[in-house]
């Protein structure tokens, strides 16, 4: 497998992913030597022949990606049972979210709607529930909880699963905006 | 389903949130530029870097896992009729490439940074938002005592194409942070002309 022995830079995900890709078998052994992956498949252009090495050291391929800058090493996914990705809605992070009318009943008990599987909503989910009374976009929830943006995803995505947000999508103008749009932004921008 | 609202908050379909890119170096003032234009105080999130940010698709082991976040700081930018903008500081490391993917994705633009003392530290910017083929314009900021070349020389120094903006400003100051945008946004009209004559039609 050829892997580009290449800092990570534009396109860098790509080398990575392949790098997973062509190695399936890896798993257990891989994921505990994930920083090393992470880091670039430059960091380690031959772990695929033979047992995955220690992760590199800060110092080899010129940056390890877990220095001081990259912040504190978490587990921010706990909140979630580990889960870190919610499958049926691709949330824009600029998306914003609304939280639903309420029904009549404030003790509402939520959760009933697939089964009775889920117990009732964490605060997390109460807490984006009281925010999202005013439209706020996913990337505002998640600065606001200060919790990482995939972990608000999920959270949002157990909220969708019980109807109690709604999702206003970024306008697929946002691709192709058009003249009006553009001209507001401007004008917007001047008036500020 | 639209109720009363005490703020200008979208309403209804026409609800619409837009996005533009700060990008640059580190230290360039990509967060000054976003604060200075900001209706609130920068906000900062964070994403985790994971498994699935790099392509993965297992969540078996993520409990025990660690990992590491990539911080974005964004202003917010509420226009007449509902109009959102969100102004983006993309992460200055350049492994966090994953980030800019979704950053990039549906993004009206970008705005590259440069500080001429250190140009090279703009050239991955540039040169991933030409791959992408997303609008975006060079603001030179003027740091005390960088003033020394002219947007000419970036733009040959840079190798840009000749209808890229290349203007010159100082992002603590938000008229001139506003011009910033405003170029940038006048050159994304630009751009849509010029790849489809009909776009602004629509």
Redesign the interface.
Known sequence: MAVPEQ???????GP??DA?ADEGER??AA?DA??A????AAAEPGGTSGPPGPPPAPSQGG?G??DE??????????LT?????YDGHDL?????IETA?EPEDPGHVHGLHRGGREAALDPEHEMILSLCR??L?V??I???L??????VRVLLGDLLDRSLVRV?R??P???????R??K????????? | ?E?V?S?P??QG???????ILVAGGFGVGKTTLVSA?S?IRP?????????????????S???G????????D?G??T???G????VFGTP????F??M????A??A?GAVVLVDTRRLADCF?SV??FE?RGLPFIIGVNQFDGSGLHTADQVRDALDLSPDIPVISCDVRD?ESA?QV??TL??H??RS?VRRDPG????
């Open positions: 800092p990570p830079g534009p396109g860098a995900d990575v992913d997973f798993s257990a994921l994930d920083e992956a992470a880091s670039g940056e990606w877990y800058a990259a912040g504190p090493v978490v587990r921010p996914y706990a049972g580990g889960r870190t990705q824009d992070m600029v998306a914003l009318d005013t439209p976009s990337v505002e998640a600065s606001d200060e919790l990482p943006l995939g972990v206003r970024p306008a103008v946002a691709q192709f905006p058009g003249e749009v553009l507001e932004v401007i004008d917007g921008i001047r008036a500020l | 389903m109720s609202r703020d908050s979208p379909d026409s609800a619409l949130t837009v996005k234009v209706e906000l900062r999130t964070e994403e985790a870097l994971t498994e699935r940010s790099i392509g993965i698709d297992d969540t082991a993520v409990a896992k660690t990992t590491t976040t990539v911080a974005m964004f917010r930018i226009l007449p009729n109009l959102v903008l969100f200055g490391q350049d492994r490439w994953f800019w993917d979704e950053l994705k549906g009206l991955p040169d991933y791959r938000r506003k945008l405003i946004v006048e994304i009209m849509m776009a602004l039609t629509r």
